[in-house]
Structure formats: structure tokens, C-alpha cells
């Protein structure tokens, strides 16, 4: 009788264990394919200007979408986010073979930052530097909705417009048919949830303006 108590017990606990394991492996599954489907897919073209463009570093099409803006007019300055620190603004535009002549003291980079929330809090130090108040935010697709979060949080009065860029080797369309876009969706995920976590019980900046 007693063994058979303690039985049942035991089988409720691992039952509830069991159903309370699959109930969070569904809410997790779900808010994964809603980030999944909220990642953007298309760049909308410029309609209005904004004081500052900013790029972080992770791959040429970032930059060269953010210097394309900057020579067309958008913005007045750009600063490019967690570059090395061999690295000068001439190095990084003779990389993707564009000439200093033609952005004149346009650009800064910026040396410090080494994650999204460096980048930020990078960004939110040289804005305020400038009395900017607005962003032209240049990353890529996957990375936006986090970098986004990261840097609305840190600087909670500046607007931040979203420019995402597609690298070739992310497909986000049909994404579950490519296992390394999959494989890199939801390591993004996992990151955005731990921003969203620590923006919840970190106050909101007062970097910038």
C-alpha cells in the first residue's frame, strides 16, 4: 500500500513534469515562428531623411548599403559600429573600393564595441555627441529585430528607421528547407529573448538624446 502511493506520486509529478515540459517546448516553438515570420524581407526605399545613419559590421553589403545612403543624401554622418581597431575609415572604404574624397568628413567608426548591445551603447554615445535625433539603422534582415530592440532600449527618445540588407547566404523565404539559415534563426532567437529579458529588468537608457 505504501509503495503503491508512493508509486502514484511519483506518477503524477512526472506527468505534470512531462506535460509542463511539452506546454513550454510548444510556447517556444510558437514565438520562434512568429519571430521567424516577423524578420524582414525587403529593404522599403528611403522616403524621408534622418540625422545619422549607423552600420554594424558583419559583412560588405552592410556597409555598402549605408555608404550608397550617405552619398545619396539621407543622412548627414554615418558611423560604422565595432570595427577593429587596425581598422581607419580609409582602410574600410578602400576594402569595398569606395573613395574617401567623395564622403569628405562624413564617416566615423566606431572601435569599442564588441556585441549588438556594445554597438548600441556605441551608437548612443557618438548620437549624443551630435545632438542626433534620429537613425537610419543598417544591419542585416536576420539580426534587425534584436539590433532594433537593443538600441530603441538604450536610446528610448531617438528614432531608430530599420534598413536591413540580405546576404546571399541566408534564405529567409522557405528558411526550414535551408538547415544552416534555420541553425542561424534560431540562435537569433534565443538571443532576442535574452534582450528582451534583460530590457525588462534593466531601466531604459539615457545615452543619447
Known amino acids: 500500500m505504501i509503495i503503491s502511493e508512493r508509486f502514484r506520486f511519483r506518477l503524477i509529478h512526472y506527468r505534470v513534469f512531462i506535460w509542463s515540459a511539452l506546454g513550454l517546448l510548444l510556447v517556444g516553438l510558437a514565438g520562434f515562428l512568429i519571430f521567424a515570420a516577423a524578420v524582414p524581407r525587403v529593404a522599403e526605399s528611403p522616403s524621408r531623411t534622418t540625422d545619422a545613419i549607423v552600420v554594424l559590421t558583419g559583412g560588405s553589403e552592410r556597409l555598402t548599403t549605408g555608404l550608397d545612403l550617405l552619398h545619396g543624401g539621407w543622412a548627414q554622418k554615418m558611423l560604422v559600429s565595432g570595427v577593429s581597431s587596425a581598422v581607419d575609415v580609409n582602410t574600410l572604404l578602400a576594402a569595398v573600393k569606395r573613395d574617401a574624397n567623395d564622403f569628405s568628413d562624413q564617416i566615423d567608426i566606431g572601435h569599442s564595441a564588441r556585441d549588438t548591445f556594445g554597438n548600441a551603447r556605441e551608437a548612443a554615445e557618438w548620437m549624443g555627441n551630435h545632438d542626433f535625433e534620429s537613425l537610419r539603422l543598417v544591419t542585416a ?67 543619447g538624446k
Not at 540588407?165 to 526550414?176: G, I, K, N, R, T
Request: net charge positive; charged share 20%.
Open 141 to 207: 534582415g536576420y539580426h534587425m529585430l534584436r539590433s532594433r530592440k537593443e538600441f530603441e532600449h538604450v536610446m528610448p527618445k531617438v528614432e531608430v528607421v530599420p534598413h536591413p540588407v540580405f546576404p546571399a547566404s541566408v534564405h529567409l523565404d522557405q528558411w526550414w528547407l535551408w538547415p544552416g539559415t534555420t541553425a542561424l534563426l534560431i540562435n537569433e532567437y534565443v538571443k532576442f529573448l535574452a534582450t528582451c529579458l534583460r530590457s525588462a529588468i534593466e531601466p531604459r537608457g539615457n545615452l
